[in-house]
């Protein structure tokens, strides 16, 4: 008999909201995250080949104020994963001394450390004496601005961990894609608490990456609106800390269990092209899949919360899917990308801290949007705060690599 | 979760076959000020690099797909896969440094998503839909890998876990990643020896297929690596490397270790220290300093190591031992134990 694993612990970081509680509060009040221009002049603009503004949250101005926070730490990154990390920890009721522990290991789903491109670009494959002499960031030209040890090695150090972190990446759905081992461990006894952080910086890379593929918003992103021209990414950070329920400790009441989760691909047709898109049938099968292991059948399912990037194609699989399995059952769905940014990696961790306020106050914050969500029609989305019992919550997670995951959640009765 | 053991039952690895002497190139000082710096340091004067022969084995991605049937078919599994979509089988590959495609001149979009995103061509072309995910662990990949498959196997998550990656070689990276290793060998208290003024590298692609152990027997697969012990162990409180206590190898001093495979950090101080650490663990073993015996590999080395004993008839028990600058290292007991 497998062991149940619980959720006891949530925290974030993201230009939006800088706590858990933060997040919920400013979703409930119907606030909206600040898009900035990705770059600062047409100069730059023109440099990258971009006719049109782009825009995202880079969690810039929080991530100096953390260096300050955290004097230890000389690199921005780490200080914000050390800061997220000590609010979930915070918030289940342990102190930072357990990541030291054996039985305690850290998984990060992310793409891990790449360096910003704005730093060579220019000088990377040729340049002369003068140039580098108006250009100090070459430097950042160099392996450790590549390797993720440069990350994990401080991290590690700062906690003490006794175990190595494993980075696992499958683009937008890797946090989801990060819970599936640390769950595989924590059943089969090997540790006994996993942090699962999730993250992705918005490089220029990033920027240059998504640009090519057509898929960021030159106007506007309305996750769920054929209005929608893209996605407006925005750099997050969200932590989760699961445990097994027969390890869990008195001063602590978890809501929920990981139910099941289920993983796939989904193959493009053909050999010779990337998936870039993903069939709405890969993304039903999946859902059914874990439904499946759950043992749970789709009337039951309470509340959805599905991916809803911004890109229409990819939205319009997702309804097209979430149509199929449950139009015509009670299931209510709700995304917030409008309003936190596209938070790329982390976005199913942030849904998670979402999930977390669901179950423990039986309450759905509202789906809110600046434009005309026409795809959400004859879908149970809701647009009122609600109060209500919810038993069973699935949650999607889709990546432009092809992967998606679905994870059910159930609510623990303590009565 | 059953704790049956995990056997490697085919690989792949394609080596770079054109030989390159590196100098830095005149019109840029960056490239030449690195050098300089680093033969400074290091002593290292010549770098010969085997890259991917455009002509023959194609870019790094023609060489990860190659690599990737041979280890395919080297377990038996080319055309059983071809026949149905699998979901029961997954990919976990790695590169060196994360996403890299931008260094090429030429890069497109197509390619900077299979390079540094997924090389999803790997699964349309043998119909893989189970998990698979990307990983970031240098020259711990390996491991790191053969632990997650394993995880995915005992878990039932996954039957069959395909595990590797690509090395390429690119002179701002290989320069300055010397430089870093070199500067973390000094704080770890471990000296600098110049005496060699070449280093070669070899870009290349390696894959090898992971399954439960009594998964194979159907199949016409005749190799098979058993894994006995892969585990991680902390080497971050070590202010000396000279401190590090035995290479954690407790409870395994009653297997008979015949050879020890190190060096897989590159750096010959290194495998001199580890040697010494494990004369006292397995004084009779034979120590193989894998950078002497074939060059450096970067993050593909374990995986080159494991090529190379598959496809040989001893049988005898075999540690791979790996550290590197995360802090980590790993240790990894295997024997052959092929069908008769």
């Known amino acids: ?32 995250v600040r898009f900035q221009p990705v770059f600062e002049n047409n100069m730059l603009k023109s440099m990258f080949g971009f006719e049109h503004d782009v825009k995202y949250a880079p969690l810039e101005n929080a991530r100096k104020k953390l260096l300050k926070q955290y004097k230890a730490i000389k690199k921005e990154k780490v200080a914000a994963l050390v800061n997220v ?43 002369e004496s003068i140039d580098l002499l108006f250009n100090k960031k ?80 030159k106007q506007s992103s309305l996750p769920f609106s054929k209005n929608s021209d893209g996605l407006m990414p925005a750099y997050g950070i969200a932590g989760i800390l699961l445990e097994r329920s027969d390890n869990i400790r008195d001063e602590q009441t978890p809501h929920f269990t990981v139910k099941a989760m289920s993983s796939r691909r989904a193959l493009s047709g053909s050999a010779n092209s990337a998936s870039m898109g993903v069939s709405f049938r890969s993304i039903s ?9 759950a043992g749970v059948a789709a009337k039951d399912v309470d509340l959805i919360y599905p991916h809803g990037n911004g890109i229409t194609a990819s939205d319009q699989s997702e309804i097209s899917a979430l149509s199929q399995l449950f139009s015509s059952h009670k299931a209510k769905i709700v995304s917030y990308t409008e309003q936190t940014g596209y938070l790329l990696a982390a976005s199913g961790g942030f849904d998670l801290i979402l999930a977390k306020d669901a179950f423990e106050n039986s309450r759905i914050i509202p789906i809110r949007s600046k434009g005309d969500l ?38 623990i009765d303590h009565a | 979760m059953l704790n049956y053991p995990i056997s490697i039952s085919g690989s792949g690895l394609v080596e770079g076959s054109k030989k390159r002497l590196f100098v830095p190139r005149l019109n840029n000082k960056y490239e030449q000020s690195l050098y300089e710096k680093i033969e400074k340091t290091s002593g290292i004067q010549y770098w010969n690099v085997d890259q991917f022969d455009k002509e023959t084995q194609g870019r790094h991605l023609d060489a990860v797909s190659q690599a ?15 026949k149905k979509i699998s979901q029961r089988i997954g990919i976990v590959y790695f590169n060196m440094y994360g996403p890299t495609s931008f260094m090429n001149k030429e890069f497109q979009v197509k390619e900077m998503y299979q390079s540094d995103v997924f090389p999803a061509f790997l699964l349309n072309n043998h119909n893989i839909t ?56 000094v704080s770890k208290k471990i000296k600098i020896n110049k005496a060699s003024s070449e280093y070669a590298l070899h870009e290349s692609a390696g894959f090898l297929v992971v399954e439960a152990s009594n998964a194979d027997e159907k199949r016409q697969s005749k190799l098979k690596l058993d894994i006995n012990e892969l585990n991680a162990y902390s080497a971050l409180k070590a202010n000396s490397l000279f401190e590090l206590p035995s290479l954690n190898t407790v409870g395994q001093e009653s297997i008979d270790i015949e050879q020890c495979y ?33 060059g450096d590999f970067a993050n593909i080395n374990g995986i080159k190591v494991l090529h190379e004993h598959i496809h040989n008839e001893d049988n005898h028990n075999s540690l791979l031992h790996s550290m590197d600058r995360d802090g980590s290292a790993w240790n990894l007991i295997f024997t052959n134990n092929h069908k008769k």
Not at chain 1, 285 to 293: A, E, G, I, P, S
Not at chain 1, 377 to 395: A, G, Y
């Open chain 2, 130 to 185: 189970g998990y698979s995910v990307r990983l970031r662990g240098e020259r711990n990949g390996l491991f790191q890998g053969l632990e997650l498959a394993r995880t995915l196997i005992q878990s039932g998550e996954l039957d069959i876990v395909v595990v590797g990656g690509v090395f390429q070689t690119y002179s701002y990276l290989y320069l300055t990643e010397m430089q870093a290793a070199l500067d973390w060998q």
């Open chain 2, 262 to 294: 190190l060096g897989l950090n590159g750096r010959d101080e290194i495998a001199q220290l580890e040697s010494m650490l494990l004369k006292d663990l397995y004084p009779s073993a034979k120590h193989v300093n894998t950078y002497k015996e074939w």
């Open chain 1, 374 to 411: 026409d795809l959400t029609q004859d879908m149970n989305f809701v647009f009122k705060e609600c109060q209500t019992d919810i038993k069973c919550l699935l949650k999607n997670s889709i990546g432009i690599d092809g992967s998606i995951v679905s994870c059910l959640l159930e609510r």
């Open chain 2, 68 to 82: 990737f049937e041979q280890a395919m078919k080297n377990a038996g599994l080319y055309r059983k896969i071809n």
């Open chain 1, 285 to 293: 099968q999946t859902m059914q899949d874990v439904l499946d292991k």
């Open chain 1, 85 to 127: 990390t000590e609010q979930v920890l915070a918030d289940s009721k342990l102190d930072t001394s357990v990541l030291a522990q054996k039985n305690t290991r850290v998984f990060w789903g992310s793409p891990g450390n790449h360096p910003d491109l704005l730093s060579f670009i220019r000088e990377l494959h040729s340049n």
């Open chain 1, 1 to 32: 008999m497998y062991s149940k694993v619980v959720v006891t612990g949530a925290g974030c970081l993201s230009d939006f909201a800088q706590t858990s509680s933060e997040l919920v509060t400013k979703l409930a009040q119907g606030e909206f």
């Open chain 1, 138 to 217: 070459i430097t950042d030209l160099h392996a450790d601005s590549f390797r993720n040890d440069t990350l994990t090695q401080p991290y590690a150090e700062y906690f003490q961990l006794q175990n190595p972190i494993l980075t696992v990446s499958s683009a937008c759905s890797s946090a989801l894609n990060a819970m599936i081992p640390a769950i595989a461990m924590l059943q089969s006894g090997q540790i006994d608490r996993a942090l699962v952080l999730s993250w992705q910086e918005v490089s220029k890379f990033d920027i240059l990456f998504m640009s090519g593929l057509n898929i960021m918003a």
